[in-house]
């Protein structure tokens, strides 16, 4: 099972050119794709409607899309004297070979800004029917700016992926209305731009401090990052790259955390730095 998740910046690539088809082509082969960064109504992509432009470019594949910040531009009347509304739209895909059995939107915690832009971020949470059984796959994206924000939302992300079995997900005691609910699996797979350093705060929050001689031992709340696991983590490892005059900045800012259980399926992580879609670089996982 091949997961890939890719931030696709509106789906503008490093030359400035909106090309969804060319972030298609990267993502081939995928039977799940997350996908962070996108929009409707943006006008730096001249107000493209990306959900329906992936959906049409992966057609035989199950989607569902979360808008974190979902805001009003403007409105008018059609021919028909019906109000139409722009809105803009910003969020996170999921887009499945299998079924997805079940979604819901966990919009993270969030401070009010007064000088940097600070939208509504979320993650999507699906419950897919893969092969091997039912599985958790999020697509999410954390705050670019505030390292306190990042730890508050890591926090909550934390609260509801391991409590997921006793919340029931999107819902429970659905007999009462004469309809199955969905399953509550165990495993996950957390898939996004987190905006944070292997050595940062963040990361520790997430996966735990590193202890001398003991690393960080599997722990059932703690996810696991599958590239560091597979020793594919290196200093000149990155995920991110912004050409300036001086040079390219490179970091490494998308991740694949698994669940504890997962671990000794994974068989292969890497990073596609060849991409050109957009100032990401997609993030490959397959699991056995």
């Known amino acids: 099972m091949k997961l ?10 490093l030359d400035g050119h909106y090309d969804p088809a060319r972030i298609a082509a990267n993502l081939w082969g995928a039977d799940v794709i997350a996908l962070q960064e996108v929009t409707r109504g943006f006008h730096r992509n001249d107000f493209a409607d990306m959900p329906a432009a992936f959906a049409a470019l992966f057609p035989g594949y199950y989607r569902r899309f979360a808008a974190g910040c979902d805001m009003h531009l403007d409105a008018g009347m059609d021919e028909r004297g019906t109000l139409v509304e722009r809105r803009f739209q910003f969020g996170n895909m999921i887009l499945s070979r299998y079924p997805i059995l079940a979604s819901r939107a966990l919009l993270l915690p969030r ?4 000088e940097r832009m600070n939208m509504q971020r979320v993650a999507l949470e699906t419950v897919i029917a893969a092969p091997c ?9 954390l705050d670019h700016v505030s390292s306190d924000e990042r730890i508050a939302q890591i926090e909550f992300l934390k609260s509801r992926v391991l409590h997921h079995v006793l919340e029931g997900g999107a819902v429970t005691g659905g007999i009462e209305y004469g309809i199955s609910d969905p399953p509550v699996p165990e495993d996950y797979i ?3 731009d987190f905006n944070m350093l292997p050595d940062s705060e963040e990361y520790d929050a ?3 401090r590193a202890t001398p001689g003991f690393g960080r031992p599997l722990r059932y709340d703690r996810p696991v990052d599958a590239l560091a696991r597979l020793g594919g983590q290196t200093p000149d490892t ?5 050409p300036t005059d001086e040079g390219t ?5 998308d991740y694949a955390f698994v669940h504890c259980n997962l671990v000794s399926r994974i068989a292969h992580v890497f990073i596609d730095t060849a991409a050109e879609g ?3 670089y997609p993030l490959w996982v397959e699991l056995k």
């Open 4 to 13: 890939v998740s890719y931030n696709i910046q509106f789906g503008l690539g």
């Open 111 to 114: 401070g009010r800004t007064m």
């Open 133 to 141: 059984g039912p599985l958790r796959v999020y697509s999410l994206h």
């Open 190 to 192: 957390l898939l996004g």
């Open 206 to 208: 997430l996966a735990g």
């Open 238 to 242: 990155h995920s991110w790259a912004l």
């Open 249 to 253: 900045i490179r970091a490494l800012f």
């Open 278 to 280: 957009s100032d990401h």
